[in-house]
C-alpha cells in the first residue's frame, strides 16, 4: 500500500516508496521506481470458438531505473516481439545493480528457438543457461530442450526429450499405472560436470529409493548420481523443484 505513484503517461511511469522497513515506520518515500520509454503492441488472439478476444497490448520495450536517496542502484531495458497470438518470438532484457549484471535473451522462429540467461557478479559466471528448445508442429508442446545450466561451480550438460517424457507420464495415468522409470530416464540425458576440471562426477536420474518416512514404502525422486554411487536430490541443489 506504500507504493505512490507521481507520474504517469502512455510512455512513462514512476512510483515512490519506502527503501526498508525503518523508512516504511518514518514514512519516508526515498525510493523511486521508474519505468521509461514505454511501448506497447496491440494484439486480439483467436479464442478456440473461432472469435477474437479482447484486444490486449504486449509491452514491446522500456527503461527501469532505480533510485534510493537519489542514488541510482539499478537500472535496465527490456526489448520483446511478439507473432499475431501474442506468442514472444524475440525478449531481450538487462539489468545491472553495483557489480551485478542480469541478461537474458529469446529468440527464434517456427518451432526452433534459443533461450540464454545469465547472472554474474562483476565477470563471474554465477548462475545461467543456454538453451536451444523446439516445439511441435503445432506449437502447443516442447518436443525438446538441449543445452547448458550453470549453477557456479557445476554445469548440467542437458539433451531432454520432453515430449517423449510427458507421453509416457500420459500414458502411465490413462491406464492407472505408474510411469515406466527406465523410459524415462532413456530420455533424460543430464551430465553433471566440475566447471574448473571439466570432469564429469555424476548424472542426473529418475531413480526409486526407500521413502523415510514409511517403512517399507518406496517413493520416485530426482537425483544426481554421483561417481561413487552417492545420490543427492536434485531439488537441495534447485529447491523450485520441491514446491507444491
Avoid: H
Wanted: negative net charge; charged residues 30%.
Amino acid at each position: 500500500e506504500e507504493f505512490v505513484k507521481t507520474g504517469e503517461s502512455n510512455s512513462y511511469k514512476k512510483y515512490k516508496f519506502p527503501a526498508n522497513e525503518n523508512d516504511f515506520m518514518n514514512r519516508k518515500l526515498n525510493a523511486e521506481l521508474t519505468f521509461d520509454d514505454l511501448e506497447y503492441v496491440e494484439i486480439s488472439s483467436v479464442d478456440e470458438v473461432g472469435g477474437y478476444s479482447t484486444p490486449e497490448n504486449y509491452p514491446t520495450n522500456a527503461e527501469i531505473s532505480l533510485k534510493v536517496n537519489n542514488v541510482t542502484e539499478l537500472t535496465g531495458d527490456y526489448v520483446a516481439k511478439y507473432n499475431d497470438t501474442g506468442k514472444p518470438t524475440s525478449i531481450k532484457s538487462n539489468m545491472e545493480s553495483c557489480e551485478y549484471v542480469f541478461n537474458m535473451n529469446f529468440s527464434g522462429s517456427g518451432t526452433d528457438y534459443t533461450s540464454t540467461l545469465s547472472f554474474k557478479l562483476g565477470n563471474e559466471l554465477k548462475l545461467g543457461y543456454d538453451m536451444n528448445i523446439k516445439y511441435t508442429k503445432d506449437l502447443e508442446d516442447t518436443e525438446s530442450i538441449k543445452g547448458t545450466v550453470t549453477t557456479s561451480p557445476v554445469k548440467y550438460e542437458c539433451d531432454i526429450k520432453v515430449k517423449a517424457i510427458m507421453d509416457e507420464i500420459d500414458e502411465a495415468d490413462e491406464y492407472e499405472r505408474d510411469p515406466d522409470i527406465d523410459v524415462i530416464n532413456s530420455n533424460l540425458k543430464i551430465d553433471v560436470i566440475q566447471i574448473d576440471q571439466d570432469a564429469k562426477i555424476g548424472t542426473v536420474e529418475l531413480i526409486e529409493q526407500e521413502d523415510p518416512d514409511y517403512e517399507d514404502e518406496t517413493e520416485i525422486n530426482l537425483v544426481i548420481v554421483y561417481k561413487d554411487g552417492s545420490t543427492q536430490l536434485l531439488s537441495e541443489v534447485f529447491p523450485f523443484l520441491d514446491e507444491d
